[in-house]
């Protein structure tokens, strides 16, 4: 099993429908990052979140950090078109944030 | 506009030539990544310069060289690769001991 866990998979909604991606680690969390690629391209920095109970916002974009949980989620409102893209989760497990962990992505398609 | 920028985007290379991946940041960074994306697979960090000296280098075949002669210059030099290399080459950037890594648009490498 991966040590940091995406689900879904991926993901199709409808335009203006609420999705959350959720990303679940085996091990500690120092901080977990949150980007978003577009195919074949780099990967766009989204949000940190570093400390249990942590949410930030960003336009429609909200995530949560559950240290307890090891998990942290990610929550689209309202999804547009331009939303569509690959989400990627990066955890720090060893207070060394140059050396994250990933999952496999989140793969979203928004249906207009 | 990332602030990290890549070339070539595309490469096509035999096993038996040597090729150069350049990437260079213009964010006044001085850490610097280099990682491999392969379909299905989670991002692979291969090595990463902190103040220009290398301070991780996982595991990487030696046909992988760095190099990093300034803080805002990276060089992945490829000699003798195999078809399994074939992947996307992602390059980023951050502060030493900071946060979030900036991405750059990648290099896709075909190894035939």
């Known amino acids: 099993s991966q040590e940091l866990e995406q689900s879904p998979q991926s993901l199709i909604v409808q335009e203006g429908k609420n999705l959350t991606i959720n990303c679940t680690s085996s091990?500690?969390?120092?901080?977990l990052y949150w980007y978003k690629q577009k195919y074949g391209e780099g990967l766009i920095f989204l949000m940190m979140?570093?400390?249990g109970g942590e949410e930030k916002s960003h336009e429609k974009i909200t995530a949560k950090l559950d240290e307890k949980k090891q998990q942290s989620s990610l929550h689209i409102t309202a999804s547009q078109p331009s939303h569509a893209g690959i989400y990627l989760c990066?955890?720090?497990?060893?207070?060394?944030?140059?050396?994250?962990?990933w999952g496999l992505g989140t793969s979203l398609a928004v249906n207009p | 506009e990332t602030g990290v920028t890549q070339t070539p985007r595309h490469l096509v290379m035999g096993m038996t030539n040597k090729k150069s991946l350049k990437c260079e940041q213009h964010l006044g960074h001085n850490a610097m990544y280099w990682y491999k994306q392969s379909a299905k697979k989670p991002l692979e960090l291969m090595f990463v310069?902190?103040?220009?000296?290398?301070?991780e280098n996982n595991s990487v075949p030696s046909r992988f060289s760095p190099e990093c002669p300034n803080s805002s210059h990276l060089f992945l030099h490829l000699h003798t690769l195999q078809p399994e290399d074939s992947a996307l080459y992602l390059c980023a950037s951050s502060l030493s001991g900071g946060n979030e890594q900036f991405f750059g648009p990648g290099t896709r490498l075909t190894v035939l």
């Open positions: 990066g955890a720090d497990n060893a207070g060394n944030n140059r050396k994250l962990i």
């Open positions: 979140l570093q400390k």
């Open positions: 310069y902190s103040l220009e000296e290398r301070v």
């Open positions: 091990k500690t969390l120092y901080g």
